[in-house]
C-alpha cells in the first residue's frame, strides 16, 4: 500500500527546481530527490507530473538525450 504524503507531488517538484543551481534539473536527479520522500514513485508517474506542470506553464520540458529529459522552471 502506498504512503501517503501531505505534501503533493507537484509542490515538491516545484520546490526541487526553485532551490536547483539554475532552476534546471534532470529528470533522472528528480526521481533520485523524490525517492526520499516519496519512496514507492515510478518514472511514469513523474512524466506525467512534469507534463501537467508544463500544461500548467510553470515549467518547460525539453529532450536532452533519446531517454533523458530536463525540467527547467520557467522565470
Do not use: C, F, H, Q
Not at 512524466?47 to 529532450?63: A, D, H, N, Q, S
Amino acid at each position: 500500500m502506498p504512503k501517503w504524503n501531505p505534501e503533493p507531488l507537484i509542490n515538491v517538484i516545484l520546490a526541487l527546481l526553485k532551490v536547483s543551481r539554475d532552476g534546471k534539473l534532470k529528470e533522472d536527479e528528480i526521481l533520485r530527490m523524490l525517492k526520499y520522500t516519496y519512496s514507492d514513485i515510478s518514472r511514469k508517474e513523474l512524466v506525467k507530473t512534469l507534463m501537467i506542470l508544463e500544461i500548467r506553464g510553470l515549467i518547460r520540458v525539453y529532450l536532452a538525450k533519446e531517454n533523458l529529459l530536463i525540467a527547467e522552471l520557467v522565470k
